[in-house]
């Protein structure tokens, strides 16, 4: 499986992203994936597309830490995300955000952008970060490569 992000080098492929259909088992070849997602039920296939391509990278053993902002922080709602469900061959918004917990993904909650929305950490599943813009940058600064959808 071949997973190409946004600031990725043509020369960085195969050794980054596990193109060889091998897990990334080692560090040497474990990439470290920031994924911002700003959407929610304004466009659930973005949001649906963005779970799904994080489940594959955690599936070839990569690290991931998920960042909702905009919109997207909506997703992490109690219940919102139940009836989010693009279809096969998707798997539902719900399943595919447990997954990406259960597979050691982090999935990160921008609160500013909770704020503009009425929001509360109250509101929130269980097991997600709260984050402002340092902590967003820092994730940033710290993984190799970064998905935005």
């Known amino acids: 499986m071949k997973l190409t992000f946004l600031n990725q080098r043509e020369d960085e492929g195969a050794a980054a992203s596990g193109s060889d259909g091998k897990m990334a088992t080692d560090k040497e070849n474990q990439m470290k994936l920031a994924a911002m997602i700003t ?9 649906t597309v963005g779970f799904t391509l994080v489940n594959a ?11 909702l902002a905009s919109e997207g922080v909506r997703l992490a709602v109690k219940g919102y995300s139940d009836e989010i469900n ?18 050691g993904g982090e999935i990160n909650v921008c609160t500013p952008c909770m704020k503009k929305r009425n929001l509360t950490e109250k509101e929130m599943i269980s097991g997600v970060r709260f984050i402002a813009g340092p902590e967003l940058i820092a ?5 190799d490569k970064s998905l935005q959808l």
């Open 39 to 47: 959407y929610a039920k304004d466009n659930a296939d973005k949001a």
């Open 57 to 67: 990278a955690l599936e070839a053993g990569h690290q991931v830490k998920v960042a």
């Open 139 to 143: 994730i940033l600064d710290e993984c």
């Open 86 to 103: 693009n279809g096969a061959p998707f798997k539902p918004l719900k399943e595919l955000m447990a997954d990406t917990l259960k597979k």
